[in-house]
Each structure stands twice: as C-alpha cells, then as structure tokens.
C-alpha cells in the first residue's frame, strides 16, 4: 500500500474549539466547509458535538451531510441558499441560512414556514465580495423582522484584511458595520479566526474558528496556543547516492554540490502537494528537519537524507509538528487552506 497518510488529531481539534472559544468568549461557531478544510467534515463535526454551539458550511448539501450522519448542533449556511427551491432544505434540516442579496431575501420571505427560524444576515461592510451594503442593511432587517417565519436575526460581516494586523481596512470595516447596525435588536458576529486571535473589538456574540480550528495560525507562522490537527507523512521507498555535479529530477534544477544520499518519497501534485514546494521546502525525516531536492514530481518527491539516518522505510513528515504547514505554504507561494484542501489520494486516520 503506498504509505502517505493524513493522521487526523481529534483531541488536538478539540482542544483549538476550546482554546479558541476561551480567547472570543461567547458563542462560537466551528466552521467546517470544504470537507473541513481537507480534514474529513463528518468525523471533525462528530468529534465537537458536545462542544460545539453550532457548525458553518458553505452549502445546503454539506448541512445535509452533517444532518444524515447524525449532528444536530444549528448549522448556519455561511452563503446561504443558491436557488429559492433550496428553502425546502433549509426547513425540513432545520438550517440556518445566511441572507447576503436581494434575491435570497425575497425568496425567503416569499416562503410560508411551518416553524420560524433564525436569519444570518449579512453585511458588505467593506470586503464587496457579498452581502447588503450599509446603507440597505436596516432596511433588509426591518423585512426580515416583520416576517412571521423569522424568529432571529444574527446581524454579520466578514473581514478582507484581519490577518494583516498593520492594516487599516479592518477598523474600517468594524466602524461601517456598527454604523448600520446602529438601534437594531439583536446578536452579533464578526470575529473570523484571525479576528479571534488578534482584534479583540470584533468579539461579539458568534465568534467562527476557521483555518485556527486546524492548529493553523492565520498570521502565518505558528500559534502555540493551537495544536496542528493534520499530520501528513510518507517513507522514503527509494535511496541513492549521487557524486557532486549530478542532476535531480525534471529540468534538471538542482545539482548536488557535494557527494548526497537522496530518498525518494511517495508523495507529488497528484496528492495535492504543490508542485512550486520545490528544492529548500523543509521536510522531516524521523524527527529530524531536511528539505526537498529538486522538482516536486507528479507522485514522487526527492529528499535530501542525512549520511547517517536509516534509509528505506524512514518516516517523512510533510507538515504537521516539526514542519508547520504555513511553512511548506510559503515555500510554495501559496496559503495553508490550500495545502490542506488539497490532500488527495491519502490513507486519512483518525485517533481520539
């Protein structure tokens, strides 16, 4: 069986909800959209059950995946309903739904419901990727608050900038969305997992951990308050020795500069590895740090082994507690979600 493995730290993603809901205070939702960010949405969702206030996912079919596998915690739908015909959803598993444009705000309202139920409305409060903006927002609660089928309102916004401490756009935003939202009723939620972290005015009532569920620091870098929930690791299933002044791998982009024990390892980009991770990216081979020679291929990678270490059979860590993810992400040009997005054609293990 080729050996690359995902291992899945339950009790690591149990203790970053709690640690995480200790820093925001209040509620927090545990978003797991995108399969959980790669790391497996049902069995995540089911490991927090008895912790979690509720769950987010971007779409009515991951709700429903989490409602048939047995989760009831709320589960709020962070882009809402796609089609009008989706509402049909969202009543009969008992979703919440957010409300971000006119066409999802007039089809709820269209809709006779047999039970009221709890709105996430959102606000563009300065991101303009989606949501009501300002000066429309009291006028979208006011409707929604007049609907007998709506029993709450979460009043929401999401942030462009909040990993990027130094930036201004997020006061701006906060300033924006406590303007509008001025004289109306009701919670609030603002503080995605870099807000969590790092902007202590975004903490209201519905705090939701993201990418900082993972163990993953938003800021880059690592956070030692989080645990890295994802270990992927491989063995090395091939060794050579090459003299100095000897290519490896595609387009000869590397050459020895000394005589170099090389392991070859089954991981690539058809594992959803990036392919720009390439020579200097830092592997871990039995503990102890090393780095990728040459191009990442499409199922097999070359790493620079120690004269001394075992060959055959080593344990390679791709990223998890000696590699951080973030560092293979900034090797690669690329961000952590990605990374772990991507993991494919791995064996995922799950231990409590």
């Known amino acids: 069986m080729r050996p690359l493995n995902a291992r899945i730290r339950l009790d690591h993603l149990r203790h970053n909800y709690q640690t995480l809901k200790r ?30 206030d509720g769950f987010a996912v971007a779409s009515p079919d991951e709700a429903v995946a989490l409602r048939e596998s047995g989760i009831d915690n709320p589960i709020v739908l ?6 009008p015909e989706e509402y049909d959803l969202v009543a009969r598993y008992r979703l919440w739904p957010a409300v971000g444009s006119q066409w999802q705000l007039e089809a709820l309202l269209a809709r006779e419901w047999d039970e009221p139920l709890t709105v996430w409305l959102k606000m563009d ?39 990027e401490p130094e930036n201004g756009m997020t006061d701006m935003q906060l300033e924006a969305f406590d303007l509008a939202c001025e004289g ?20 209201r009532d519905w705090g939701r951990a993201g990418i900082a569920l993972y163990g993953v620091s938003p800021f880059g870098g690592s956070d030692e308050r989080l645990k890295p929930v994802m270990r992927l690791s491989t063995q090395v299933f091939g060794e050579r020795v090459l003299q100095p002044h000897s290519p490896i791998g595609y387009g000869a982009t590397f050459y020895t500069s000394k005589s170099t024990r090389v392991g070859l390892i089954a991981c690539g980009y058809a594992d959803g590895y990036p392919r720009r991770a390439s020579t200097n990216t830092p592997v871990a081979v039995e503990g102890q740090r090393s780095r990728i020679i ?14 001394a270490q075992d060959g055959l059979g080593c344990e390679v860590e791709l990223w998890g507690d000696t590699v951080g993810v973030n560092e293979v ?24």
């Open 23 to 52: 820093i925001h205070g209040g509620k927090l939702l545990a978003v797991v959209k995108a399969d959980a960010y790669g790391h497996g949405a049902v069995r995540c969702a089911h490991a927090l059950a008895d912790l979690a």
């Open 78 to 83: 962070l882009e809402g309903v796609f089609e």
């Open 125 to 163: 409060s300065g991101m303009h990727r989606a949501g009501f903006f300002p000066h429309h927002y009291a006028a979208a609660f006011t409707a929604l608050k007049q609907c007998a089928g709506v029993a709450e309102i979460v009043k929401f916004s999401h942030f462009a900038c909040a990993d």
């Open 184 to 203: 109306l009723p009701g919670a609030e939620s603002l503080a995605n997992s870099a807000a969590i972290l790092g902007v202590p005015a975004a903490r």
């Open 294 to 307: 040459g191009r990442v291929s499409m199922d097999m990678i070359t790493v620079e082994l120690d004269p």
């Open 329 to 352: 992400a900034e090797a690669a040009g690329t961000i952590a979600y990605e990374l772990l997005c991507n993991v494919k054609r791995a064996k995922f293990t799950y231990s409590e």
